[in-house]
């Protein structure tokens, strides 16, 4: 397991429904998928029977999801949350993230052309992006004290391990 980061943000229990009680979703008819409240997203296994609620309503009301906004007070995004979101063309993070973890976004095939990453984040795991579409170009703050980005590729913060070569396929 080979992931950049200090330490990760520990895992907050998921009640029945896999969500955790400090956190709700909702999506609109314009297709934006929000994340609100405080603390983490939960992670999910790789079974591909396992639902997450949003896509279940997404299928549900015929709604593509084309915008994610994960606000602010969400302190980690959970392993597979967000995998397989392939109609996913804009990305919002909020600056309260701290930790994207193992495959969060993997397999999206999406549209996303620029991720902009959080100025607080600290962990990124092993193939967070892997396979999320035709991305040109991360960006992080200049400010993040563990990662940093050149010419739109992103890096660890001593520019000894090319991470964007993980993400961009």
Not at 85 to 99: F, P, R, T, W
Not at 106 to 113: A, K, P, T, V
Request: hydrophobic letters at 35%; glycine letters at 8%.
């Amino acid at each position: 397991y080979d992931s950049w980061y200090k330490e990760p943000v520990p895992t907050e229990k998921a009640t029945d429904n896999n969500y955790t009680e400090t956190l709700s979703w909702e999506l609109d008819p314009d297709g934006v998928l929000w994340i609100k409240g405080t603390g983490a997203l939960p992670d999910y296994e790789e079974e591909p029977n396992e639902t997450r609620p949003w896509l279940e309503a997404s299928e549900e009301k015929g709604i593509a999801i084309k915008k994610l906004v994960i606000g602010d007070g969400v302190t980690r995004i959970g392993k597979r949350c967000f995998i397989k979101m392939g109609d996913l063309e804009e990305l919002e993070l909020a600056d309260s993230i701290k930790q994207i973890d193992i495959a969060a976004f993997s397999d999206c095939h999406s549209n996303i052309r620029k991720v902009h990453l959080p100025s607080s984040l600290e962990f990124l795991g092993d193939y967070a992006f892997n396979q999320i579409g035709e991305v040109e170009e991360f960006s992080i703050s200049d400010s993040n004290e563990h990662f940093k980005t050149e010419d739109g590729v992103l890096y660890d913060k001593e520019i000894m391990k090319l991470l964007g070569t993980f993400f961009i396929m």
